[in-house]
């Protein structure tokens, strides 16, 4: 399955925690059904967010990644 990672630096706070992410990720998620996953994490040693989106159709996972990258970075 085609795979995207992004990592977005932090500046600073949690953006995980804001409710319009947290609709950006259940969005995502919808969109994606059971073709594949979502996993966003923090990274342990960096100050950045991980973003891993995996799908069976390649155009729609980029789109899903940008736009949860979007959400993170407003």
């Keep these: 399955m085609p795979q995207i990672l992004k990592n977005i630096p932090l500046n600073g ?11 950006a990720i259940t969005d995502a998620e919808k969109k994606l059904g ?3 996953r979502i996993f ?4 342990g040693t960096e100050a950045k ?3 891993m989106v995996e799908g069976e159709n ?11 990258e ?5």
């Design 13 to 23: 706070g949690d953006p995980l925690a804001s409710e319009s992410v947290k609709k």
């Design 34 to 36: 059971d073709k594949g």
């Design 40 to 43: 966003i994490r923090k990274s």
């Design 49 to 51: 967010l991980r973003i």
């Design 58 to 68: 390649a155009s729609q996972i980029k789109e899903l990644t940008e736009s949860l």
């Design 70 to 74: 979007k959400a993170m970075s407003a």
